[in-house]
């Protein structure tokens, strides 16, 4: 009975599925894996063949190379269509809640929900496994190896002598016919190393040879007080200068740690980590600092004390989460659900759901678009959500949906208002960042200089600046008066998921698909400072109103708290 089932694409990923398809073998034994392409006898319907292995499949190992989507017929991936098996195979396994595994070759990055069929959508938020085709290829099919072990619930037993012997390549010892006779072994010569020893004799003649014993000459007593203080001038020279770099380094480290937090630009330094329980697609601290609320697409939002480093409350959503904002009383905690419902909870009492906003549908069966993004109006009277269609909605906090319209052509990732509450900002994946009036609804202003998808954009505090960042380098500061852009920022990263500016809008953090966080200065333009952060790519940042912290989060479930200004 098979345990493991392997999905892939042959156009795309035969050859490194070959590769893995024999070290699996040679792990858990040829029965004990599904390979679709050997397992599928001819001349039945390969679906209801694939829902009945992987009825008997304990993990679906999903291979995912550059071309898992499928070449394109007529504009349509292959995985769009009904017959495809790669779609079948996922399908079934999601449809199944089996333990699913994306394993992906080389470079390849998850494909996006919005690249995705309804039907595999959650596929796109699986934690997966990198198998490098390189020099790296035998320790990442380890960790793989090893993660499907826990799944299930084996573990190598530790190899036996006969074993550990061959793969040293040393021959095993004979089988002895019958049991040796008893030696007693002469003492060994100390051999001085002033000539080679001599090859054993007899043992009857070993026996005649007196016994040398090392003798242990004692070292002269040292004057401890030569060390500390040689005699000579270079020795004390030496000691002086080994003395100020120790005084150096201590007097660095007093610094760093009495400087108080907010002090000055370029002055950024992380504090502490929380584990999160999944991970971190959004961030939100509350109005005082005293608690941060993390977004999860493991279907929950958990609410931090921050003080006391200890999980506070733990909100559990209906689908995974990828906003969340506090209100500005900091009572209530807002957050947009992948099934496309707006949750209001309370915050004081614990997480309880206090009430959903959710749009009229015409027919049961009609799909609703998922809420990518969120924000709450400076007054609290206001909400306002993005979806994955393009859609933007401004809600009234009892409920109400005041304005809804399509104005995106892609999914709108993020929002954020002005200060003044009457304006606020939308960013889009279809490469634009727009500005609506938050009273009738009404577009204001379409900011179109960025060469790629927008993932996340923020109004500066005084309503001055608009910054916006996604796919690419590039970190663009508009003049929210004029609609030109003022600034140009060249990051290090490769895609920038997060930005957030400082309160006093001096300074922008940006992260990305890097471990860093970048500070930047608006005004000049110049990169002030780049601390590493989480171990994977950040996903979200936030600051604190009163500008004293930074908190980072990503995909490996942390939660970095920064000092920042």
Do not use: C
């Amino acid at each position: 009975m098979p345990q493991i089932s392997i999905s892939y694409r042959r156009a795309d990923s035969e050859a490194m599925t070959g590769r893995i398809f024999d070290r699996l073998i040679a792990h858990y034994g040829k029965e004990a894996i599904f390979r679709d392409i050997d397992n599928i006898p001819a001349g039945i319907d390969f679906r209801q063949h694939i829902n009945e292995m992987l009825h008997r499949t304990n993990v679906l190992l999903a291979i995912v190379g550059p071309e898992w989507l499928g070449a394109t017929r007529d504009g349509l991936e292959r995985i769009n269509e009904e017959s495809d098996p790669v779609r079948v195979e996922v399908e079934t396994a999601l449809r199944r809640r089996l333990r699913i595994i994306p394993i992906l070759i080389g470079q390849t990055r998850m494909p996006s929900s919005n690249q995705l069929p309804p039907s595999l959508k959650d596929f796109a938020f699986l934690n997966a496994v990198r198998v490098d085709t390189g020099r790296d290829f035998d320790h990442h099919i380890e960790h793989l190896i090893k993660s499907v072990d826990e799944i299930l619930g084996q573990s190598k037993s530790p190899p036996s002598r006969e074993t550990s012997i061959a793969r040293t390549g040393e021959r095993p010892a004979a089988k002895a016919e019958k049991p040796p006779a008893i030696q007693v072994e002469a003492p060994r010569k100390r051999d001085t190393g002033a000539r080679p020893a001599a090859a054993a004799a007899a043992p009857s003649t070993a026996a005649r040879q007196p016994t040398q014993q090392a003798v242990s000459i004692p070292a002269p007593a040292r004057d401890w007080r030569y060390v500390l203080w040689p005699k000579s001038r270079p020795g004390r020279t030496l000691r002086l200068a080994a003395i100020g770099a120790v005084a150096v380094a201590l007097l660095a480290l007093l610094v760093l740690d009495l400087w108080p937090a907010g002090s000055g630009a370029g002055n950024v330094r992380r504090l502490f980590s929380l584990q999160n329980p999944g991970p971190v697609s959004a961030l939100a601290f509350s109005p005082d600092a005293q608690e941060i609320a993390a977004a999860s697409l493991d279907r929950s939002v958990n609410i931090w004390n921050i003080a006391g480093q200890k999980l506070f409350a733990t909100l559990n959503a209906a689908d995974g989460v990828s906003s969340v904002a506090f209100t500005p009383d900091g009572r209530e905690v807002v957050f947009g659900e992948r099934n496309g419902v707006i949750v209001i909870a309370n915050a004081d009492a614990g997480g309880q759901i206090d009430r959903s906003l959710k749009p009229d549908t015409a027919y049961a069966w009609q799909a609703i678009p998922a809420v990518v993004s969120i924000a709450v109006s400076p007054d609290g009277t206001r909400i306002v959500s993005g979806d994955d269609d393009g859609s933007v909605n401004i809600w009234s906090t009892d409920g109400k949906l005041l304005h809804g319209q399509k104005s995106h052509s892609d999914a709108v990732t993020t929002l954020a208002f002005f200060p003044d509450g009457k304006t606020f900002a939308s960013g889009s994946k279809d490469g634009t960042v727009r500005v609506w009036n938050t009273d009738s609804g009404g577009e204001l202003a379409t900011l179109s200089d960025h060469s790629g998808q927008i993932l996340s954009a923020a109004v500066s505090a005084d309503g001055k600046w608009i910054a916006g960042a996604g796919s690419g380098n590039s970190v663009l500061i508009w003049n929210a008066t004029s609609g030109s852009v003022a600034r140009i920022l060249t990051s290090n990263l490769d895609t920038v998921d997060a930005i957030a500016f400082s309160p006093d809008g001096r300074n922008l953090f940006v992260g990305g698909n890097d471990t860093s966080i970048e500070i930047w200065d608006v005004e000049s333009g110049q990169r002030l400072q780049s601390v590493s952060g989480n171990s994977h790519s950040i996903r979200a940042l936030a600051v604190s109103q009163d500008g004293g912290r930074l908190a980072s989060g990503g995909d490996d479930k942390t939660i970095d708290i920064w000092s920042a200004q």
